[in-house]
Structure formats: C-alpha cells, structure tokens
C-alpha cells in the first residue's frame, strides 16, 4: 500500500520530491547565505546577525577552533542552551570536519562523563556556569580543551547589566585552568584562515542520545545529508522563506530544536529567534514582540500559552501555521490553543506531527488544512512510512495495528558502536530499501493518514522529553536501601506523563517522606532532572507476571484506576 503514496493527493503545493544538494551543513548554510545575504539569521534577545554576519562568524569559529587543535574526524561535545554561540560553533565544527555530539546542559556530572566518554570528545562547548560539572570529570574522560560561554556575550547592553546584577551573580567564578579557553577571547583573537575540510554529504555530522530500543542511552549518528534533507523537507511542508520567522523554543540538544528550530528555519531563509531558556512568560512575551510565524513545540506549551495573560491578550495574526510534536497532543489543549488564538485576531489550526531522532525528529506531519482527529499526518516529501506486522517485515492490512516503519533520506546512520542494536532497528525489507523500525504502534487509513497508538518499548514522555524506565530504576537499584523497583508514567494534563516510582525497601519500616527526599535526591545526582520520579510510593511487594517480571502494566492500570476514582483523569 506504501508504494502507491495516497497521501500525495492532500499534498497541494508540496512537492513530491525534492532534490537535495549533495553538501555539508555548513556548506548548506552558506548557499542559503549566499541567496539572501541582508536578511536576518537569528534574533537573541534583540541582538541579530543577517546571514553575511552569521557566516562570517561562522568561519571566525572555524579558524579559532582549528587553531585550538579541532580538526576532521575529532568529537566536540555542546552542552549548550538554544543561543548564537551555540549555533556559530554547531556549523563551525562541521566547516572542519569534526562531529557534534549535543547533550542537555542540565546533564549531571556521572552522565557528562559517559556522553564525553561514549562519543570519544576532546573537545567541549559550555556555559560558564556548568564548568564545575566538567571539571569534575575531567580525569575520567579524553577532554583536553573546553570552551567556556557567557549568557551576556551576545546580549545588548541593558540586558547584558541586567543579566549580570541578577542571575550573572549567583554563577561561581572559574578559576584560572589551562584547560579552558574562553569564548569571548577565542572570538576577539586573529587566526590563519581555514579551508573547508573535504568531508561527505553521507558522513557522519552529528550524534544525538536517545534510549534506542532497549532504554540505554545510545548516540544516535546522524549525516550532513539526514539533517539537510529533513530541514528541507520540514521548509517546504510549512513553505518557509524569507521573512518567515520561527520560536526557537526547543533546545538544540533535542532533534526537533536543532533540526526544525534552528536548521530547517536556516535551509528556507528565514530567521530563527532564540530561547535559552523556556518559561511561559518568556515565551508569551516574545510571540507579543517578536511576531513569529511559526511556533513549534510541545503539547505542554501550548498548554501553558492557553493560560498566560500575555499570550491571551496579544495580537495573533502573526501566526501562519503551529505544529505539536514529541508528545500525543490531547484534544482539549488542541481546542483550547486554537480558540485563545483566534481570539486573538490569528486564524491557525494547532496541528500533530510524527518523527523521532533516529530520523532526526519530524518525518511526518498533518497538512495544513487537511485536520483528521487522531492522526498525526502525513509523510514528508521522499519519506516513506508503512505499518508492517509486528515482528515482522510484512506489510498489515489497511487499517490493522502494527509497527511504524519508515524510509527515506532522514533515516540514521546508525546506533553508535552499537551494530546489534543497529541491525535490529535498521532492516532492508523485500522491496530492497532499508527501513528504521521505530518500535511504535500505529495504523494507517486508505488515504495514506497515520495514527500513533502506542509504543512497543517501554518509554515515558514527560513534558516532551524521553524517560526511560529501566534507566531510572537501575539508579534507584544502586541505593543500599532499595530492594525492588518498577518506574512508569502516570497521565498528567500538565506534563501529559509524570514520572512514578515503586519500591519495595530492604526494611519496610523506614519508609516515609524522608526516604522518599533522600531516593529522590539519589536520582538527580546519577540522572538528568526530568528523568527523575516526581513522587514514590513505597510497597510491601510489586506485582509480577507469570514469569516473574514485574507487571508494570497492572501499576499503570492502578494509577488509572485511581485518577478515574477522583475525576483527574485526562483521558492520555
């Protein structure tokens, strides 16, 4: 059925096809800078840099970083929110040749030193505030050079003053080390120029972590070509050009922030706006001033947009199209969103995607106005998607259940350094092609409209980001008080899943509120903090299967249970 694409009749003006330079991101980059020099890259809290500017600092990074010693072939990890810095470095390193390993910069010290560890980074990119955390690791890891950002280095003035008499005062001062260098200085020094490194469009650019399959952490490796072909597909879907303007709200860390946020905004010509950090209000006050065109996100966003005085008393017009991604976008926040936004003068429907990072984030999407409820759309231009059978390679009925699979330009290199586990996701079928087993159910409709239903490995969104159950209850298996544990995700209308932990102590006469601080406290030392259990409950016993697995199943069905008793349940 895949192979006569009946979605293509609801594509209207979107191309079939589309014909991918055989470039590098940087070199991408720098065509889009080439076609529209004057027009505006990216806005920082009202500090801007038009595509001629962004390019020159750009090639600035690259002589700097070439002249600390980065070069092609070598890992440079970003531990960075969503600011020029950032993006300068991103395109920087791949102007060398050099891979970029992106990691959440709220990562604790244990998770920085697998990352550096697991992707082999010499090199990392920081904020000043989180030097202590690399510091800490440094003798664990191959880390010879990290760079040090400031908040206030792309900031106006005013801003910079203010930033620095309040948030800029609670951050410690770095001591003299031989291992940083600072980024203000690295940018204020002259360098020999660099030439461009002569790499692949097919080559490795860029690892992203996700849990994989199995809810381990694995790097997910991604091409020149995966990010290139996905930011083109995601401009011509919303037909993105020149004076087009996007939030970039989600972090660069995440696939749908640096893909659809930042590059795919960059392959149309448009400006991207930054956000470092997400906050409502900041978000609300923004979208006021700033007047994007779109707004990508997650459900809890516009959730909390529905809700914000700001937000609700702004002029809306602005808007051309917002999509919802990461998370199942529940009907009453779809409804909520849209009816505040044509209050206020805007005329946009809120519409569901589907992707994940082993495809670099969005692969599908719903049209604009081509709505259909439950459906988180259709196939991107070039990507194919088919439901197959599961555990199987054969296609399912029209309509059956099965798993989500898909092909196409976007698809991964690979698990890195991890060939069972890329064998296993990565598989080419009958037809030749090779197809990304997302471990997902859905079904599709015989208009070529799919349907995310539910996943094949055990993961929890929470507010848009992965948990992964197994990787939490290894960590509350290391605590010496700890003898069985079992994590799921409870529906929450805010966060659409918190994070819930079940224990079994060695001596159930200490549990209480204290031991529930203190396995808390446990966690966020070893996990990032959305990873870690918002509340535990502690039991005499779990329930098992037959074969003696822990029924986490018979605990969701509980927590349920329980919502429906109180009239809290929001139906997720």
Not at 485 to 494: L, Q, R, S, T
Request: hydrophobic letters at 40%; aromatic letters at 10%; charged letters at 25%.
């Amino acid at each position: 059925m895949y192979e006569k694409k009946p979605w293509l009749r609801f594509y209207g003006p979107i191309p079939e096809q589309i014909g991918y330079p055989q470039v590098t991101l940087y070199e991408a980059l720098m065509q889009t800078a080439a076609k529209t020099p004057d027009s505006l890259a990216y806005d920082f809290f009202d500090t801007t840099a038009t595509y001629r500017a962004f390019a020159a600092q750009i090639d600035r990074c690259a002589d700097a970083l070439a002249a600390l010693g980065l070069g092609q072939g070598d890992r440079i990890t970003f531990s960075m929110p969503t600011c020029p810095q950032g993006i300068i470095a991103f395109y920087a390193a791949n102007k060398l040749g050099a891979v970029a390993s992106m990691i959440h910069p709220l990562s604790p010290a244990k998770e920085i030193a697998f990352y550096l560890n697991t992707a082999r980074s010499r090199f990392a990119l920081t904020l000043d505030a989180f030097y202590g955390k690399f510091k800490e690791v440094e003798s664990q890891t191959d880390l010879k050079r990290l760079i040090l950002c400031r908040i206030p280095d792309y900031l106006p003035l005013l801003k910079k003053i203010g930033f620095n008499l309040t948030k800029g005062r609670k951050i410690a001062p770095v001591p003299e080390d031989p291992l940083v260098t600072w980024w203000s200085e690295m940018m204020d020094d002259s360098y020999p120029p660099t030439p461009k490194a002569p790499m692949g469009t097919d080559e490795l650019a860029v690892i992203l972590f996700s849990g994989g399959t199995t809810g381990v952490p694995k790097g997910i490796m991604l091409s020149n070509q995966n990010f290139i072909s996905e930011g083109m597909q995601v401009s011509a879907w919303g037909n993105i050009a020149g004076g087009d303007t996007m939030l970039a709200i989600l972090p660069i860390f995440h696939g749908f922030g640096l893909g659809v946020c930042v590059n795919a905004i960059f392959m149309g010509g448009g400006k991207s706006i930054l956000v470092p950090q997400f906050t409502p209000e900041i978000v609300a006050d923004l979208i006021k001033k700033k007047r994007p065109t779109f707004v990508v996100g997650v459900p809890t966003l516009f959730e909390a947009l529905s809700t914000n005085r700001v937000f609700r008393k702004a002029d809306l017009s602005c808007l051309k199209a917002t999509f919802s991604g990461a998370d199942t976008l529940p009907r009453p926040v779809k409804e909520r969103f849209e009816a505040v936004v044509k209050e206020g003068g805007g005329n946009v429907q809120l519409l569901e995607g589907y992707g994940l990072t082993e495809a670099v984030t969005a692969i599908m999407a719903t049209p604009i106005g081509h709505y259909r409820e439950g459906s988180v759309g259709l196939p991107f231009p070039d990507m194919l998607a088919k439901i197959v059978t599961s555990g199987t390679t054969e296609e399912a009925p029209l309509g059956e259940e099965g798993e989500i699979c898909i092909s196409g330009p976007a698809v991964m290199l690979g698990y890195l350094d991890q060939p069972e586990e890329t064998a296993q996701t990565l598989r080419v079928h009958a037809d030749g092609k090779r197809w990304l087993h997302t471990g997902d159910i859905g079904t599709m409709d015989s208009d070529g409209f799919f349907y995310f239903k539910l996943r094949q490995k055990r993961m929890i969104k929470s507010s848009g980001m992965n948990v992964y159950p197994a990787q939490v209850e290894e960590v509350l298996y290391k605590h010496p008080e700890v003898r069985k544990a079992c994590v799921i995700g409870v529906p929450d209308e805010k966060q659409v899943q918190r994070v819930k932990a079940f224990v079994v102590l060695k001596d159930p006469l200490k549990a209480g509120t204290e031991l529930e601080k203190s396995l808390i406290a446990h966690c966020r030392e070893h996990l990032i903090r959305w990873s870690c259990p918002r509340e535990i409950e502690f039991r005499d016993d779990l329930p098992c299967t037959l074969v003696g697995k822990v029924a986490f199943n018979t605990l969701e069905e509980e927590e349920i249970a329980k919502l429906k008793a109180e009239g809290k349940y929001c139906g997720l």
